[in-house]
């Protein structure tokens, strides 16, 4: 690089982006179709952001769902009664997701399930 260069008031100098520019360009970006498969860096300051990197709101959603078929699926293995486990089990694809209700009311009804069925639909 000449001395020129470095004095000369046409030299372009990089501006920093604020943090809301960057958002801005990452909505740009999703608003965009013809960018949508492309992985392209924003640069804000000494940070860079891969496109590919943004976490997908779908995914969170998804994730947060996750944790709650898990807890109940642990309680129903945990069970030693191979027919409260069924029971326990149809319970819940019929839509009734509470365990401890669903468990109370088998034992409660001898685990006559359609009698609890209907106790929960009402």
């Given at each position: 690089?000449?001395i020129?260069?470095?004095?000369?008031?046409?030299?372009?100098?990089?501006?920093?982006?604020?943090?809301?520019?960057?958002?801005?360009?990452?909505?740009?970006?999703?608003?965009?179709?013809?960018?949508?498969?492309?992985?392209?860096?924003?640069?804000?300051?000494?940070?860079?952001?891969?496109?590919?990197?943004?976490?997908?709101?779908?995914?969170?959603?998804?994730?947060?769902?996750?944790?709650?078929?898990?807890?109940?699926?642990?309680?129903?293995?945990?069970?030693?009664q191979?027919?409260l486990?069924?029971?326990?089990?149809?319970?819940?694809?019929?839509?009734?997701?509470?365990f401890?209700?669903n468990?109370?009311?088998?034992?409660?009804?001898?685990?006559?399930?359609?009698?609890?069925?209907?106790?929960?639909?009402?």
């Amino acid at each position: 690089m000449s001395i020129d260069s470095c004095i000369n008031p046409t030299t372009e100098v990089p501006v920093q982006k604020t943090e809301d520019q960057v958002k801005q360009s990452i909505n740009d970006l999703f608003n965009d179709p013809d960018k949508l498969g492309e992985s392209m860096e924003i640069e804000a300051g000494d940070k860079q952001v891969d496109i590919d990197d943004v976490i997908d709101p779908l995914s969170v959603s998804q994730a947060q769902l996750i944790p709650r078929v898990l807890t109940y699926q642990d309680k129903i293995n945990q069970e030693t009664q191979d027919v409260l486990k069924r029971h326990l089990q149809t319970l819940y694809e019929f839509g009734f997701y509470d365990f401890e209700r669903n468990k109370e009311l088998l034992v409660k009804f001898d685990l006559n399930i359609e009698t609890v069925a209907g106790v929960l639909m009402n």
